[in-house]
């Protein structure tokens, strides 16, 4: 108790502090950086936060794992690939409707599969999204292959965003990359806002009865099924449009999106950034997009690197490391 | 008509074989220590490329067999020691992600010092194959399916007659009790991951010849054999040696008959069907969960 108080004390703990906080942070991001590579990681991190603070909702705090999460990422990339492509529906049209088949598809499998627990809702996730993925891959006619498919640019309003182009606003020029960022920026912000009113919405009290004991919460009267269902569709909906956007901003996509590494990057993210910690994942996910960066000078151990690294958090802070360090700076403020 | 059949057959059940000792070793880890052991795939890349690679050095093929099987049981146990039992505590999705980490720093490992390239290994027969009813029987087939039967029985003496594997059986029935009892269960743990590195290491080992061997063969190898042991319900060795061989058969005849594009996709479809209708796998027990 006394420690749930000292929390709520700090403003960097109170959700809402801490949404101001990333809101202030993003938007002076570009005053620290100079060139298009770094908005380049900017937006890219933007988009995968975004991916893990949908999934960090089910996993973090409903504590359902999904080991196939980018299955509904890549899903939502390629909608928006072959619906724009094919069938010439407008980017943002296309992103709605993949987003709302995304859901529809995510509630059909989430019913039988979400029954499951422990490791073999790990495998069933894990399953579909192997499924997606070599899908994926072999539909050529309708994904273009493992070769991959194209994306026109994003149009919002009736204006072409293209990371090639530049804008005027206001007597100001900003270029397309530029653009970018603020836009995923704001979409991660949005994705974070809706998150923290999932979590203190009956929804999100429901989840974390469930997380703690499922069977405790149904003698109290919580519809588990219902709730597991929901956050499963949300989460799901939350990749959907993360992907969508990233087909959009990179142009071009392949079955990699979809596949068994992607999605353990992303459970990655979350474990990694700190469970049921929403600003954790946005940590993690700029972490798992920065290390490859830091570690192009050891390109050969990248992987050994990245191995260790991943195991020795894991094992010293085994809470994930927001949540892990916020805890040692209270302990030592004490 | 029929050779086709007993054609697709033979490589079924090589194939199953195969994800059975993945699938073995899997079981064994869950029991001992409930932890899903993702870097299980890198026991067979150790055993593969490690052979490989010892047989590159001018050593006689038997002996580099034995050192990359004690290579790959080295590792097994030191996993235990480094990564799984300091964390021993943890939540079950951290130790996912541990064992996550420990498969991309085997494969990182097995990739700097032994390099990308595919290699393969010279059957272990000088004839290559035997014709019975019009359809082609590999001899290395034979080592495959002789080997395995071979490790599971031994497998099986060893958790029924030796002191070692009681200790193991009690460990996994109940930690405390076990402890109790005088066991000294951090060490039998170790000797379980040992065992299972050991088992993953052969099947890689002897599914080279036929198959070729690289850094990364482990990821898909690995994600069957789990598949083979959730068919069988986690933790039920039975389970793990029908699943297995389910699984190869189903694989070889989908490849076979209806399309080789989606043969990697057929271990998956299987398990979501029989997740569907049994959640708790073929063989595996109903579980009451604590309150």
Redesign the interface.
């Known amino acids: 108790m006394k420690e749930a108080r000292a929390m709520k004390k700090n403003i960097l703990i109170s959700p809402y502090g801490g949404l101001l906080l990333l809101a202030l942070i993003l938007a002076l991001m570009p005053l620290a950086v100079s060139n298009d590579f770094h908005y380049d990681l900017l937006t890219k991190i933007c988009l995968t936060a975004t991916v893990a603070v949908g999934l960090n909702l089910l996993v973090g705090y409903a504590g359902q794992v999904s080991l196939g999460h980018a299955a509904f990422y890549g899903a939502g990339a390629y909608a928006s690939a072959i619906l724009t492509s094919q069938y010439n529906l407008s980017p943002m049209v296309a992103l709605l409707s993949a987003a709302a088949g995304v859901g529809v598809m995510a509630w059909l499998v989430g019913r039988p599969i979400l029954h499951l627990k422990g490791h073999y809702l790990s495998m069933a996730t894990l399953g579909l999204g192997v499924i997606a993925a070599i899908v994926l891959n072999n539909e050529e006619q309708l994904t273009g292959g493992p070769d991959g498919v194209g994306l026109p640019p994003l149009s919002l309003f009736g204006h072409e965003l293209s990371v090639f182009g530049e804008y005027q606003f206001a007597g100001l020029t900003f270029t397309g990359v530029e653009l970018w960022y603020l836009l995923a920026a704001a979409v991660l912000v949005i994705a974070v806002l809706l998150a923290l009113n999932i979590i203190d919405s009956p929804l999100g009290r429901a989840l974390r009865a469930l997380h703690g004991s499922e069977i405790a919460a149904q003698v109290a009267g919580v519809d588990t099924a219902k709730y597991k269902l929901r956050v499963f569709v949300i989460s799901a909906v939350y990749a959907s449009v993360a992907g969508s956007l990233y087909g959009h901003y990179s142009g071009f996509i392949t079955p990699t999106v979809a596949s068994f590494e992607h999605s353990i990057e992303l459970i990655t993210i979350v474990v990694l950034g700190g469970m049921a910690s929403t600003f954790g994942v946005i940590i993690g996910a700029a972490i798992l997009v920065l290390i490859p960066q830091f570690l192009t000078d050891f390109q050969e151990l990248e992987m050994v690197v990245f191995g260790a690294i991943l195991m020795a958090v894991m094992i010293f802070l085994p809470r994930g490391l927001l949540p892990s360090v916020l805890q040692r700076l209270q302990r030592g403020a004490q | 008509m029929f050779s086709e059949f007993f054609q697709f057959t033979f490589s079924g059940i090589t194939l199953g074989a195969i994800y059975a000792l993945v699938a073995l070793g899997f079981t064994l880890i869950?029991n001992a220590s409930h932890v899903?052991n993702f870097a299980q795939g890198e026991f067979l890349m150790i055993g593969g490329m490690g052979t490989v690679v010892l047989v590159g050095t001018g050593l006689p093929l038997p002996a580099a067999m034995v050192g990359a099987l004690v290579l790959a049981t080295v590792a097994g146990i030191l996993l235990h020691r480094l990564?799984i039992a300091?964390?021993r505590?943890?939540?079950?999705?951290?130790l996912?992600?541990?064992t996550?980490?420990?498969?991309?720093?085997?494969?990182?490992?097995a990739?700097?010092f032994w390099g990308k390239e595919y290699h393969a290994l010279p059957r272990f027969s000088a004839t290559e194959s035997l014709s019975i009813g019009g359809a082609t029987l590999l001899t290395q087939s034979l080592w495959i399916l002789g080997i395995a039967v071979v490790l599971v029985v031994a497998l099986a003496m060893f958790f029924s007659r030796s002191k070692l594997g009681k200790a193991i059986l009690a460990t996994s029935m109940n930690k405390d009790a076990a402890r109790l009892a005088g066991i000294k269960t951090q060490v039998i743990l170790g000797v379980a991951f040992g065992i299972s590195a050991l088992l993953g290491a052969a099947a890689g080992l002897i599914v080279t010849p036929i198959t070729f061997t690289a850094y990364d063969v482990g990821?898909m190898l690995g994600?069957k054999g789990?598949?083979a042991a959730?068919i069988g319900g986690?933790g039920s060795s039975t389970g793990a040696v029908v699943g297995g061989l389910l699984l190869g058969l189903s694989e070889a005849y989908t490849a076979g008959y209806i399309s080789s594009?989606?043969k990697?996709?057929v271990?998956?479809?299987i398990?979501?069907a029989i997740?569907?209708f049994l959640?708790?796998?073929l063989f595996g027990s109903r579980a009451a969960?604590r309150?």
């Open positions: 869950y899903i990564a300091p964390a505590d943890a939540d079950v999705v951290t996912i992600i541990i996550i980490g420990a498969s991309i720093f085997l494969r990182g490992l990739q700097f990821i994600l789990f598949v959730a986690l594009d989606y990697d996709a271990p998956f479809v398990i979501l997740l569907f959640p708790n796998g969960e309150v």
